[in-house]
């Protein structure tokens, strides 16, 4: 199983960022290598001032070795060893008519003393940051995260909605981080699910990302915007950072456990603002997404 | 001493915003009052878009009543009622040669059931964030710092430097955050140091916090830059975000206590920049500025 989904994240990287450099048409994804030295290591693929992505990377990483002492506690085990691998991708582009995306798909595995397996998950998932929402856009994303989910159990997709909701939330600003999409963890065997199920689901939602995704780029890439609008964006992007060092567990976990810095910041956006007490005008198109972010909606 | 503090610190929010008024010539501080529901609140200044100061707060508040339940787990005590109060201030100029600054004076009181008080501190201090590093400046604020300590003790400057150095330190990026100061907590009654004693000194690093500063906005305000300069002014602003999100204490206990959001972010500088693995060319100014910054230096 560890074999075959580190391969498919692998294939799934390609075909992504080739995918993503075609719409980009200007810039391509600069790669690194890194090691880790405990074990393991990652492929970095980043894009910059490009003429559509502003900025992104599309990551993989598998890491093996004694599970750190700060997993040990949070997983409450002793001396466990691990292996772990996974797909990160974040893309912030440059016209605020188009969304931020953020996607995942990791596969985790924790060995006794001798070697043998005692656990193993897939976790992962998809969601949407707009700055100016089009509901078409919204519904679009969230069908295909429902039809990808509904071919393998009728309510996952109702319950990763809500589990999207739930943890991209900005508590501090009580409001949510994007419009979400599905949010999936610790994804175990089960009567119903065998880990080969999980597989099945975990790859066909990596396989329809682009699904999701693509049109709406194509779709907004294009709009004219005002540097008011811009601004807007980077105020938002401003929260975006908030809630990835605030909230995120991943990027702290990654933060406190000697992870590779550049590969887990890359989810930062390029151009940020902070602005005292911003509020957009009543009414306004701005207004109206913070209302839908403080108000998760049912989009299909 | 709560009255005579909090008094203090009323004055010192006069002082201190009347002269950077003067100091940016073009804008003025915005002034917002705020209640907090469970008891006290603050007054809030902000300046933004000025000619030398392109956005900064000193803020004060004065919070009291039950101790929050994370506060408690915290100082492991049960049930006590608190009284806070403090001034705390950024100030992010526009001009990269002009560095950030951050102070914050402040006085902690608990009581028991009784309302009798059962412990009782000062906190505080002032550290400089500079983009170029201009030596005589690091000096210059520093020997303020000395000269204020030694008045009171003559351990007080290298125990209270070596504590900032320690403090304000983004441990995931392995190096300071700016080039320090002053940073103290817990000043507490010994056999040396009474509370007025306490009192004398932290008014005293208060008192002389525009003398450690102002001199230097004066010298390099209008110095001329590059866009270059002014993009690793925005980068370097991007670990000043960092460490007030992932490492600062007071910000996250603001954060996660229904602290005033816009109060505590005002912090957050206003055009952020994250460019992925950026490094400085070697033997640069910016390279030298991080060299200082990832070994810290004994300025006096």
Chains 1, 2 share one sequence.
């Not at 450099?21 to 690194?32: H, L, S």
């Not at 691990?82 to 440059?94: I, Q, R, W, Y």
Request: overall charge negative; charged content about 25%; some cysteine.
């Amino acid at each position: 199983m560890k074999d075959t989904f580190f391969n498919y994240i692998h294939e799934l990287q390609d075909t992504i960022t080739k995918t993503l450099e075609e719409i980009d048409g200007k810039a391509r994804f600069r790669e690194d290598l890194w090691d880790r030295p405990e074990g393991g290591g990652g492929r970095t693929r980043v894009i910059e001032n490009g003429e559509v992505f502003e900025k992104g990377g599309v990551n993989i990483s598998g890491v093996h070795g004694k599970l750190p002492e700060s997993m040990q506690a949070y997983f409450g085990v002793k001396d466990a060893d691990f292996f772990a691998c996974g797909l990160s991708l974040v893309l912030h582009p440059t016209n605020p008519m188009v969304p931020t995306v953020h996607a995942n798909w990791r596969y985790f595995e924790m060995y006794d003393q001798q070697g043998q397996i005692v656990d193993q998950w897939f976790g992962g998932g998809q969601d949407l940051t707009p700055y100016y929402l089009f509901e078409e856009d919204a519904v679009h994303f969230h069908q295909i995260c429902k039809t990808v989910c509904d071919k393998h159990n009728p309510n996952f997709y109702t319950t990763y909605k809500k589990r999207c909701d739930d943890y991209f939330y900005n508590a501090h600003r009580q409001e949510g981080r994007g419009i979400g999409g599905l949010f999936f963890d610790y994804c175990k065997q089960t009567g119903d699910m065998r880990m080969q199920d999980w597989y099945n689901f975990v790859t066909d939602v990596g396989n329809h990302f682009l699904d999701a995704y693509v049109p709406i780029v194509e779709k907004r890439k294009n709009l004219t915007y005002t540097q008011a609008q811009r601004d807007w964006q980077e105020i938002r992007r401003g929260r975006y950072v908030e809630f990835n060092l605030v909230h995120d567990k991943g990027t702290l976990f990654g933060l406190k456990t000697n992870g590779r810095i550049e590969s887990i910041l890359m989810s930062l956006p390029p151009h940020v603002q902070w602005v005292y007490d911003h509020h957009p005008e009543k009414g306004s198109e701005e207004a109206k997404l913070l209302d839908v972010l403080k108000h998760p909606k049912d989009w299909v």
